[in-house]
């Protein structure tokens, strides 16, 4: 039934541990492989380094809601926004 989740290669969901600078603070994230692979890709269609591109989202995020509770989480739901996108188009 799962056999093509069940598949994935553990190092797809693996976490990474990256730094990064938002507003001038480093930042430490602790994502999936697969998860920083996704904003890699959306990054360089904004044609952004990927520190850049999180620190713009970040920005914009705040200025529409006032705060991120969960940076990593938001993130995440990023990707999957992203490729939910991909796949309507």
């Known amino acids: 039934m799962c056999e093509l989740y069940a598949s994935t290669t553990p190092e797809r969901y693996s ?3 990256r730094s990064i600078r938002i507003q001038g603070v480093v930042t430490s994230l602790a994502l999936e492989n697969e998860i ?3 904003l890699e890709r959306i990054a360089a269609q904004e044609q952004l380094p ?3 591109f999180i620190s713009t989202l970040y920005q914009e995020v705040i200025e529409r809601h006032g705060s991120i ?3 990593a989480s938001m993130l995440r739901v990023t990707c999957l926004t992203y ?3 991909c796949k309507q188009s």
């Open 15 to 17: 976490v990474k541990k």
């Open 83 to 85: 490729l939910d996108q």
């Open 50 to 52: 990927l520190a850049e």
């Open 69 to 71: 509770t969960n940076l």
């Open 36 to 38: 920083w692979h996704t």
